[in-house]
C-alpha cells in the first residue's frame, strides 16, 4: 500500500508539477549554454538540453538512481557507461527497443536521443509531460482509432512524422510486457513498424535493456531510487539489404532474439560475480573474527 502512494505521488510530481519547472529551468539554461558557446567556454550544448523535455527525463532519471552497464568492447563483462548509447549521434535510422513500462517513455529517448512514437492513449497518461513532449516533437503522436479530435494515423502519416527526425524510438513488440507472464522472453515482433522501416529504407538498430520496470512499474505499484540496468545493442540493419520484407523481418527477427539474449546474460552473469564478491568478502569476515586467525 505504502509504494502505491509512493508511486501515485512520484507521478503526479513529475507529471504535473514538474514539467513547468523544466519549461522555465531550460529556457534560462538554454540561454546561458548558448552565452557559453559563443565564448569558447564549452564546445557544444549537452543533449540534456535539446528540448524542455529532455531536460525533464533528464531530471527524473537523476532523480531515480538510474545507472547502465553495457557490455565491455572485448564482451562478456558489464562495464558502467553513460546512458546515452555510444555512437548513437551519428546514427540516422529507427531504434527498436524493448517495451517494459511507462518509465521507457523517459529512459528510452535518453538512451538513443531520440523521438519517440506513442498512441495518443499513452502520451495523454504522462498528463503535463505528455503534452510537454508532444509540443516539443520528442513524442511522435499517433492514433490508432478514430476520436472526436482526431483520425486514426495512416501508415504514410506516421512515415512522413518519423522521417523529420534524424532518430525515431519504435517498440516492436507493441504493448508493455513487465507484467506478462512471458516477459523475459523475447516476444513476436509486430509487422507494422517493420514494414514502414523497410519501405521507406531506413536503417534499423536494436536495443535490449534490462529493468527499465525496476524504475517504475505501475501495474505492481512500484517505483525505485536505485535501479541498475544492463543494455546490448546489434549492429544497425539495413532495409536496402533486404529485397523482400520476408527477408527483413526474418534479420530483425533473429538480431533482436540474439541481443534479448546477449542482454539478459549480461545481467546474470554480472549479478553471478556480485554475489561471489559479497560471499568472499563474507569469508574474510568470518576469518578475521575467529580466534584462531
Known amino acids: 500500500m505504502i509504494m502505491w502512494v509512493i508511486l501515485i505521488l512520484d507521478q503526479v510530481f513529475w507529471s504535473i508539477l514538474m514539467p513547468p519547472v523544466a519549461l522555465t ?4 539554461m538554454k540561454l546561458c549554454t548558448f552565452l ?3 565564448a569558447g567556454l564549452i564546445s557544444e550544448t549537452p543533449c540534456w538540453l535539446d528540448t524542455p523535455f529532455d531536460l525533464l527525463a533528464y531530471w527524473y532519471l537523476l532523480a531515480h538512481g538510474v545507472h547502465v552497464r553495457d557490455e565491455a568492447p572485448a564482451g562478456g563483462i558489464a562495464v558502467p557507461s553513460p546512458i546515452l548509447l555510444p555512437g548513437i549521434q551519428s546514427f540516422r535510422g529507427a531504434v527498436l527497443m524493448n517495451h517494459r513500462s511507462f518509465g521507457d517513455f523517459v529512459i528510452d529517448p535518453m538512451q538513443a ?5 506513442s498512441r495518443g492513449a499513452a ?3 504522462m498528463l503535463l509531460a505528455g503534452a510537454l513532449g508532444v509540443a516539443t516533437r520528442r513524442v511522435i503522436l499517433i492514433f490508432r482509432h478514430p476520436g472526436p479530435c482526431n483520425q486514426p494515423t495512416s501508415r504514410e502519416e506516421l512515415q512522413r512524422m518519423c522521417r523529420s527526425h534524424q532518430r525515431y524510438l519504435l517498440y516492436p513488440e507493441g504493448t508493455r510486457r513487465a507484467s506478462h507472464p512471458d516477459a523475459d522472453d523475447p516476444a513476436v515482433l509486430r509487422v507494422g513498424g517493420l514494414k514502414n522501416i523497410w519501405e521507406v529504407g531506413d536503417e534499423a538498430m536494436i536495443v535490449i535493456t534490462v529493468g527499465k520496470e525496476d524504475i517504475v512499474n505501475e501495474n505492481r505499484g512500484h517505483v525505485s531510487f536505485n535501479t541498475q540496468l544492463y543494455r546490448a545493442w546489434h549492429p544497425p540493419l ?3 539489404d533486404h529485397a523482400s520484407l520476408e527477408s527483413f523481418l526474418g534479420a530483425v527477427d533473429e538480431a533482436w532474439r540474439d541481443t534479448w539474449r546477449r542482454a539478459y546474460q549480461l545481467r546474470a552473469d554480472d549479478l553471478e560475480r556480485i554475489w561471489q564478491r559479497r560471499q568472499e568478502a563474507m569469508e574474510d569476515r568470518l576469518k578475521l573474527s575467529s580466534p584462531l586467525s
Open 25 to 28: 529551468a531550460w529556457t534560462v
Open 36 to 38: 557559453c558557446v559563443q
Open 113 to 117: 536521443n531520440a523521438a519517440v512514437v
Open 123 to 125: 502520451a495523454a497518461a
Open 238 to 240: 539495413r532495409a536496402a
